[in-house]
């Protein structure tokens, strides 16, 4: 924090010098402001080798779990990255020039493969979330088109207020048993009229409200 101060304070109408007049009251304002980009942190793991002087057998040492590779990013990077491209959804190469300008590191195309990986650390979350689902007593269920790939495809969700895991496939039954969360679920299906339903049995189905109160064409 930093003062500001006149060298000499004078006030109206007397013009009397206010320098180490009693201070009545103090006004904050503040200014906040960015700063530039700090530069990258490198660090660097050397790998000794050596060499017994007995039976002349060499020994190399080991970089930590992480470090796979001879140059690679760490978490940190791959944090950022993933939030950039999944969390706001921005494209690859806008998501590129951002993270050079806001973190100080040219990632180049790396941004490109980061869904993947940030999809493939869901495991453990996407397991709890189906367990969670299985024992709710009534679900939601349904598909909805979307592009993907070059071709149709469809969105699948079987959630409740707050759980929502979605996979993506065709409209097989196969396809709706992908997710994990409906072969087997004893509870309350609320779903449209849809025949991939059928096979779920061992739940009771009702029709959802807002499909039965949709115009279904010319009467």
Known sequence: M????????????CGADLSDAAVTGVMRRQ?????PAPPPVVTEYQVVARQC??????????????VTSLVQYGPGVHARAALAVC????PVARATKLMAAFTGVNVSGFVAGV????????????????????????LYADETPARAAGGLRYVHVACTEFLTPMHTGGRSTEDIDAGGVLPGYQGTIVR?????YHHLSDAVHAWCGAHGLR?????
């Open 215 to 219: 115009p279904q064409g010319p009467v």
């Open 53 to 66: 002087p007995g039976c002349e057998t060499v020994t190399e040492g080991m970089t930590p779990a992480q």
């Open 87 to 90: 969390a706001h959804h921005l």
């Open 192 to 196: 449209d009229g849809y025949a991939g």
């Open 115 to 138: 869904r993947g990986k940030a999809a493939a650390q869901l495991g453990p979350f996407t397991d709890r979330v189906r367990a969670l689902l299985r024992a709710a007593g009534v």
């Open 2 to 13: 930093s003062g500001w101060n006149a060298s000499r304070w004078r006030a109206g109408p």
């Open 31 to 35: 200014v906040f402001e960015t700063a």
